[in-house]
């Protein structure tokens, strides 16, 4: 269980980086490592050149503004966690980050890292399907904002060229009136969910006005239950929300999630995720 | 007027470990920190990507084409150099250390690379090119005693390797008379411990003398050091095998880690360099070793009044593709104690043992256990319910009375002491019973599942090394060496400037040996257990130790403890002797205490442990030691008397028998089939408890592996017998955040066949909490079939639902 032989680099600059990316088309960029270790390690990656961009300065910090917390890519999660700003101003990350791996994975996995790696089944690029959120990208030429959808092609796949950095990731900050929720269902504490569900509301006298949800594990990319969201807004009753969010998708199974079975957590996560938000 | 001199008493306390300072600072030599041979070759090993085939080519000329290779050996160039590993069923499988024609399972070795370092050996076993012909698989074993099964090995007529019945009491009339008869299957899983540490070997063999020096993280028993230099083809005392100073965990797992000793010496006889090897976590749950699958039908008989009349067992044990020494001991090291803690005469078993194209089987905590009181204390739940009683109110009915101590099982097993009743109604008041059952009312009324789940098991411990031979007829035990050892070496030397070494061969793996038996001879010596050093460690060329030596069936507070004792005892007695002269007493007067020998009514007069021996080593003729031909240096040995099984197969398997009450309240949730553990209450009573610290530690990690096997861990195989479970993403052993919130009290009724009363008790959790977690979950969903794991998706699979 050892890495295949490959090249490392440790470039100064984001402009670096993408020179390097840009020559070595068999290049991966390496950010806190906690996923691209295990598939180096089992050979399931074979990149001919690592390109690590902890030499980079500028990279991490959390810059919380009135419309967004931006978050430089290579802030670790743990990092985003202990910040009480950041969190007030998007609560959905203090629902969530606590299900990302475990407290020492967090410790150096990275946010940037975590949305780039584009797993499906990952906390934090379902918050931002969630939020509508955005992710910055520099590459050769200009940096260029890239929203969230559209941001996640598919398995481990993201919009991201092979010479592009993600440079930072923006939560969009959500007017008073929103409330969150955030439900997963996993083997153990930390473990890949076998579903999750996110969700925003727009809560005004008790009614949900605005909502977004987006589901995680069940799908090749995290997927915004848009069905679902009209007929909340539209005064659906939570019964047949959760009939319609099951009927929306079709997940994929394994082993220990059986299609069927993601299914019905959709629905009852969906029903959980409404409840609370209607209940705080 | 005679004078107490005050003597702490170190066995019983709660003595933090001796052990834990060395570990916390970092400063443990596991396997892969010592480096005896420095310029010893990595081994990278090629493994089958097949449950089954045959190995057509392999052509290793691109690996050794690789910069920094030193060698490849291929599987029949190992077969060329080992014999087949002996075992106890006279069947002709032919298994080696790696394949030579034919692979039986996935991740079984195939080639052998070795090379400068670990990732250069990887990158060319890469470049081997091996050229399978896939042959038909039996990928479980239900399918794979199947008459019409493709049979693995040639030479056999039958996967079923093994097939013995045995009837104790008069089963047949028990049924005959039965008001009722509860018949059900089960399946026990394969489950697996996952120590920290994977195993390790460094092998040299040496072409002068024909003798191999090993190192391994191995665990005992040292049974399998013979087998392992039978394959090598070496005299035995030509295989000196030592371990490292810690071991990051084993649980049972390390025991078959003799199989890649061999694998590495042969490597190192074809390679002409010593081979060193570290398992990496993939290999690991791939291809080292598991608990066995079982398939088991019962029956139990019962009287209109809930009393259990006879029991039938109809066992199958899946044990892998070999059977791998100690197989089939899966099968046997409960024998004796089938019927549990129930007062039943009549049995009737039959057990069967099965080889399947999946990896070969071994020690796991609990070993055997787990796979026998699942079914019967699910038969037991299910058999309250058909009678109409409370199943605590039908254990009850059944267990056996403290009065019928020591009692003789049906099977063989003489339960030694115990007062299972008091335990149980201990276990009620430490659970809060009554709170229980009124939460649990409440809960169901507003349409919550909440269920109670019960278990009792008796756990047994020091395993007689004659039980595997009931795998044999009573004909074919006859030709061979009666079987019945159970015994430790234990050395100890009181040092010239005092302090004491003891030395044994236990290969502890973080349980705790140092500190017992530091305390235990502190305590025979009046000396502090700092004063004591203690070397556990494995060395067959130096070292103590004994074919039953090692660290399995939780024998080291039963029998190592109790050698301990004896030397310690019997270098007191020495001590004494040489000083009552200098005392002026007699020798059985003196007082052992505070580092010194005391006359025992004049406290003016002692003489140190350091001078005493000191004036024997540097004086002998003036202190009188002279005369003592054994001086202050001796080695003991001890052993529990068991006799080997009798010619009606009765055979009493263990030394000692703790038992074990535990009563759990779990909450499904009925949306995504979460099992949550509200509550677990457990009760030991495992005789004289010699650290309560360590005590504890051994019962909450016994209690964590058997959450683990009841709600999360399962390793799962395809039809083609690939392993589906092959990393820790899939392969879910519990963590912290996983244990329920526990409550745990110790009972303790001495073992008489113990000098210091104490029994095992590190793997009785591990049987139970399956058994109990099961029963809870049956109870919470008002169901019989609750299968193991209890994992959310079938959990919530199981949940009854109105029709649509």
């Known amino acids: 269980m050892k890495p295949a032989p490959l090249r490392y680099v440790r470039p100064q600059s984001v402009a670096e980086a993408c020179a390097a990316l840009h020559a070595e088309p068999e290049a991966k960029v390496i950010a806190g490592g906690q996923s691209l270790m295990p598939l180096l390690n089992f050979r399931l990656a074979v990149p001919e050149v690592l390109v690590d961009l902890a030499g980079i300065p500028g990279l991490r910090g959390i810059v919380v503004a009135e419309d967004s917390v931006e978050v430089g890519a290579m802030t670790t999660q743990r990092a985003l966690e202990r910040d009480a700003d950041a969190l007030a101003a998007c609560p959905l990350l203090a629902l969530a980050l606590p299900h990302v791996g475990h407290t020492t994975t967090r410790n150096r996995g990275t946010v940037g890292g975590s949305i780039a790696h584009a797993d499906a089944a990952a906390e934090l690029p379902c918050v931002l399907a969630c939020l509508d959120g955005s992710v910055i990208v520099a590459g050769q030429g200009a940096s260029r904002q890239q929203a969230a959808a559209g941001l996640f092609v598919t398995h481990l796949t993201s919009a991201l060229?092979?010479?592009?950095?993600?440079?930072?990731?923006?939560?969009?900050?959500?007017a008073d009136s929103w409330r969150f929720a955030f439900h997963e269902v996993t083997q153990r504490h930390g473990d890949y969910a076998m579903t999750m569900i996110a969700c925003a509301a727009d809560v005004v006298a008790g009614r949900i006005v605005e909502v977004r949800i987006a589901a995680g594990a069940i799908a090749d990319r995290p997927l915004r239950l848009t069905e679902a969201e009209q007929a909340v807004v539209a005064g659906v009753e939570l019964g047949e929300v959760r009939r319609i969010a099951e009927a929306s998708i079709e997940p994929s199974g394994s082993p220990h999630a059986p299609a069927a079975y993601r299914r019905a957590l959709v629905g009852a996560l969906v029903v959980r995720c409404l409840e609370q938000v209607l209940a705080a | 007027m005679a004078i107490t001199i005050s003597t702490p008493t170190w066995v019983g306390s709660a003595l933090p470990r001796v052990e834990d300072e060395t570990l916390l600072r970092g400063l443990g030599w596991f396997m892969d920190d010592i480096d005896?041979?420095?310029?010893a070759g990595h081994a990278a090993i090629v493994r089958s990507p097949f449950a089954h085939a045959r190995i057509v080519s392999i052509d290793a000329s691109e690996a050794l084409a690789v910069e920094g290779v030193i060698g490849v050996v291929t599987g029949a160039e190992i077969a060329a150099v080992t014999a087949p590993f002996p075992s106890v069923l006279d069947v002709p499988i032919d298994y080696r250390p790696a394949a030579a024609d034919v692979v039986r399972f996935v991740g079984e070795p195939v080639a052998v690379v070795v090379a400068r370092d670990r990732y250069v050996a990887e990158d060319a076993a890469e470049r081997i090119r091996v050229e399978y012909e896939p042959l038909a698989v039996v990928a479980d074993p239900a399918s794979a005693a199947d008459p019409a099964a493709v049979v693995l090995h040639a030479g056999t007529t039958s996967n079923v390797v093994s097939d013995r019945s045995f009837c104790y009491g008069d089963p047949a009339a028990a049924f005959r008379d039965a008001a009722l008869i509860v018949r059900r299957s089960f399946r026990h899983p394969r489950s697996s411990a996952t120590p920290v540490e994977c195993y390790g070997v460094i092998a040299a063999w040496n072409a002068a003398t024909g003798g191999v020096d090993a190192w391994a993280n191995f665990q005992g028993p040292f049974t399998l050091h013979g087998v392992a230099a039978a394959s090598l083809g070496i005299p035995a005392a030509q295989l000196r095998l030592r371990t490292p100073l810690q071991s990051g965990g084993s649980y049972g797992i390390k025991a078959a880690v003799y199989v890649y000793v061999v694998l590495l010496a042969a490597v190192s006889r074809l390679l002409g360099v010593p081979v060193r090897w570290t398992e990496d976590r993939g290999e690991h749950l791939l291809a080292s070793s598991s608990a066995t699958e079982r398939l088991t039908e019962v029956a139990a008989a019962f009287s209109a009044d809930g009393r259990l009349l006879g029991l039938e067992l109809d066992l199958l044990d899946d044990v892998g593709a070999y059977v791998r020494a100690p197989e089939p001991a899966t099968l046997y090291r409960m024998h004796g104690c089938l019927t549990g803690a129930y007062d039943v005469a009549n049995l009737a078993v039959r057990s069967r043992v099965v080889v399947t194209n999946r990896s070969p089987t071994g020690l796991n905590r609990g070993f055997g256990g787990p796979q026998l009181y699942y079914p019967l204390e699910r038969t037991m739940a299910i058999a309250a319910g058909e009678l109409g009683l409370d199943h605590l109110e039908l254990v009850r009915r059944n267990l056996v009375g403290a009065a019928q101590m020591p009692y003789h099982a049906a099977a063989g097993a003489i339960y030694d002491s115990g007062d299972y009743h008091r335990c149980v109604d201990e276990l009620l008041e430490v659970a809060d019973h009554d709170e229980l059952l009124a939460f649990r009312a409440e809960a169901r009324a507003t349409g919550r599942l909440v269920g109670l789940g019960l278990a009792v098991v008796v756990e047994p411990s020091v395993s007689n090394m004659g039980y595997i031979s009931l795998a044999q007829t009573a004909a074919e035990r006859a030709r061979g060496l009666p079987k019945s050892g159970n015994s430790e070496v234990v050395a100890i030397a009181l040092h010239p400037h005092g302090g004491v070494t003891v030395r044994f061969t236990s290969t502890p793996q973080g349980q705790g040996h140092a500190t017992v038996a530091a305390q235990i001879v502190a305590d025979a010596l009046g000396l502090q257990p700092q004063d004591v050093a203690v070397q556990a460690e494995a060395d067959t060329g130096g070292h103590p130790w004994a074919v039953s030596s090692g660290n399995y069936s939780s024998r080291f507070s039963g029998v190592v403890a109790s050698a301990i004792h004896q030397a310690a005892t019997l270098l007191a007695g020495r001590i004494r002797a040489l000083a009552a002269p200098q005392l002026g007493c007699a020798a059985d007067a003196v007082v052992l205490a505070g580092a010194a020998a005391r006359h025992p009514d004049d406290p003016d007069r002692s003489v140190s442990l350091r001078r005493l021996a000191g004036g024997a080593h540097w004086n002998p003729v003036g202190t009188g030691a002279a005369g003592d031909v054994n001086g202050l240096a001796l080695t003991a040995t001890y052993s529990i008397p068991l006799a080997e099984p009798d010619g009606d197969d009765r055979c009493n398997t263990s030394a000692a028998y703790g038992f074990?009450?535990?009563?759990?309240?779990v909450e499904v949730d009925r949306e995504t089939g979460v099992v949550q553990v509200l509550r677990y209450a457990t009760v030991h009573d495992a005789g004289r408890i010699l650290n309560p610290l360590i005590a504890n530690g051994q019962m909450l990690g016994g209690l964590a592996h058997g959450l683990g096997a009841a709600l999360l861990e399962e390793?799962?195989?395809?039809?083609?017998?690939?392993?589906?479970?092959?990393?820790?993403?899939?392969?879910?052993?519990?963590?912290?955040?996983?244990?329920?919130p526990i409550?745990?009290?110790?009972?303790?009724?001495?073992?008489?066949?113990?000098?210091?009363?104490?029994?095992?008790?590190?793997?009785?959790?591990?049987?139970?909490?399956?058994?109990?977690?099961?029963?809870?979950v049956a109870d919470a969903l008002g169901i019989d079939d609750v299968p193991l794991p209890l994992t959310p998706a079938r959990v919530w699979s199981l949940i009854p639902r109105e029709p649509a």
């Open chain 2, 36 to 39: 005896p041979l420095p310029h």
């Open chain 2, 715 to 740: 390793h799962r195989h395809d039809e083609d017998g690939n392993l589906l479970t092959a990393t820790f993403l899939d392969y879910t052993p519990p963590t912290a955040t996983e244990l329920p």
């Open chain 2, 660 to 665: 074990i009450a535990d009563l759990a309240l």
């Open chain 2, 743 to 776: 409550r745990h009290r110790a009972i303790e009724t001495p073992s008489p066949v113990t000098p210091l009363g104490a029994k095992g008790l590190g793997e009785g959790n591990t049987m139970s909490a399956p058994a109990c977690l099961a029963n809870a």
């Open chain 1, 161 to 174: 060229a092979a010479d592009e950095v993600l440079t930072a990731v923006r939560f969009p900050v959500l």
